[in-house]
Nanobody, 120 residues
Framework: QVQLVESGGGSVQPGGSLRLSCVAS????????MGWHRQAPGKQRELVAT???????NYVDSVEGRFTISRDNAKNTMYLQMNSLKPEDTAVYYC??????????????WGQGTQVTVSS
């Protein structure tokens, strides 16, 4: 079993900052790609940022330069530093990982989601 626990969401005014965390635990041998997705009310879930096991990153254009994704492989933890937040960043944020388990299978897992609200 693998569990992902997210934290760090909340309410903030436009221009503010939040830092999301995602901790993975369970029968994990190694983690390949990690990523953050978000889903706003009435919209489809979208990919926000990804980070490979070697550290290379990708961002959706709307957050480029404002958000920073990072990971601590020793702690099986991923972060999303969100600066200069805008109302359109309001969404439920989900973490996702691709992990190799002790049975050598590779599977994808999702966190439960954490709400981010940007409003004045």
């Amino acid at each position: 079993q693998v569990q992902l626990v997210e934290s760090g969401g909340g309410s903030v005014q436009p221009g503010g900052s939040l830092r999301l965390s995602c901790v993975a635990s369970g029968s994990i041998l190694s983690i390949y790609r990690m990523g953050w997705h978000r889903q706003a009310p009435g919209k489809q879930r979208e990919l926000v940022a990804t980070i490979a096991s070697g550290g290379s990153t990708n961002y959706v254009d709307s957050v480029e330069g404002r958000f920073t994704i990072s990971r601590d492989n020793a702690k099986n933890t991923m972060y999303l530093q969100m600066n200069s937040l805008k109302p359109e960043d309001t969404a439920v944020y989900y973490c996702n990982i691709q992990a190799k388990l002790y049975d050598f299978s590779v599977r994808s897992y999702w966190g439960q989601g954490t709400q981010v609200t940007v409003s004045s």
